[in-house]
């Protein structure tokens, strides 16, 4: 008899189980076309992907970077259709048909996004590990400015924001720099937005 367990499975048992098992997973796949970087990119994902492991594990799109992979330190920030998002915190089957802006997307190193050319222009960097994420982030954040979404420091909700030290800290707040290169990030953010002080 072809029993080689105690609890009764035999080799064949185990064989056939495993086999099957990718077959289950195919099933549970799914079909989605992200516009990345200006590219479309029809792709076959695991629905429990996040954006941010598609980018990286999957796309090779390292530029995007998992510090925390929980929301808290704004490394992994990119765009989807102008709006800058934690990409470690959404998954990539629901963003069918969007268009995600990665550091990569945003500019080349011959022809960088004025917000690049000013991170290095004042040092905006240490390390650098959290610099895709600041600087995605800051492109986001002045376009929020520009379209009048308040923040939680805001005055008067009802009066357009302004660019202000106050807002641009709490704005932010969202990306950490474990190097403290904070002085720098905010000169470069400063520059863009067409701020002296
Ligand atoms: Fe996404 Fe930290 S890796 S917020
Ligand atoms: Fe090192 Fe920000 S430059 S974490």
Same mark, same amino acid.
């Not at 189980?17 to 792709?43: E, F, K, M, Y």
């Not at 990286?56 to 925390?68: F, M, P, Q, V, Y």
């Not at 996004?113 to 991170?119: G, L, N, S, V, Y």
């Given at each position: %008899?072809?029993?080689?367990?105690?609890?009764?499975?035999?080799?064949?048992?185990?064989?056939?189980?495993?086999?099957?098992?990718?077959?289950?997973?195919?099933?549970?796949?799914?079909?989605?076309?992200?516009?990345?970087?200006?590219?479309?990119?029809?792709?076959?994902?695991?629905?429990?992907?996040?954006?941010?492991?598609?980018?990286?594990?999957?796309?090779?799109?390292?530029?995007?970077?998992? @510090?925390?992979?929980? @929301?808290?330190?704004?490394?992994?920030?990119? %765009?989807?259709?102008?709006?800058?998002?934690?990409?470690?915190?959404?998954?990539?089957? %629901?963003?069918?048909?969007?268009?995600?802006?990665?550091?990569?997307?945003?500019?080349?190193?011959?022809?960088?996004?004025? %917000?690049?050319?000013?991170?290095?222009?004042?040092?905006g960097y240490q390390c650098?590990?959290c610099?895709? @994420?600041q600087?995605?982030?800051?492109?986001?954040?002045?376009?929020?400015?520009?379209?009048?979404?308040?923040?939680?420091?805001?005055?008067?909700?009802?009066?357009?924001?302004?660019?202000?030290?106050?807002?641009?800290?709490?704005?932010?707040? @969202?990306?950490i720099c474990r190097c403290a290169g904070y002085p720098n990030i905010i000169?470069?953010?400063?520059?863009?937005?067409?701020?002296?002080?």
């Amino acid at each position: %008899m072809d029993v080689d367990t105690k609890d009764g499975y035999t080799r064949r048992t185990v064989l056939v189980t495993s086999a099957a098992a990718p077959a289950a997973d195919t099933a549970a796949l799914a079909n989605v076309t992200l516009r990345i970087n200006g590219q479309p990119h029809p792709l076959t994902v695991d629905p429990r992907v996040t954006l941010l492991d598609l980018l990286r594990e999957h796309l090779r799109l390292t530029g995007s970077k998992k @510090g925390c992979d929980h @929301g808290q330190c704004g490394a992994c920030t990119v %765009m989807v259709n102008g709006r800058r998002i934690n990409s470690c915190l959404t998954l990539a089957v %629901m963003h069918d048909g969007d268009e995600v802006t990665t550091i990569e997307g945003l500019g080349e190193p011959k022809k960088l996004h004025p %917000m690049q050319a000013a991170f290095v222009k004042h040092d905006g960097y240490q390390c650098g590990y959290c610099t895709p @994420g600041q600087i995605c982030s800051a492109v986001g954040m002045l376009d929020e400015i520009r379209r009048g979404m308040p923040s939680h420091v805001t005055r008067d909700i009802a009066v357009h924001p302004l660019f202000s030290d106050e807002e641009l800290r709490e704005r932010m707040s @969202g990306n950490i720099c474990r190097c403290a290169g904070y002085p720098n990030i905010i000169a470069a953010i400063r520059e863009v937005a067409g701020e002296t002080s």
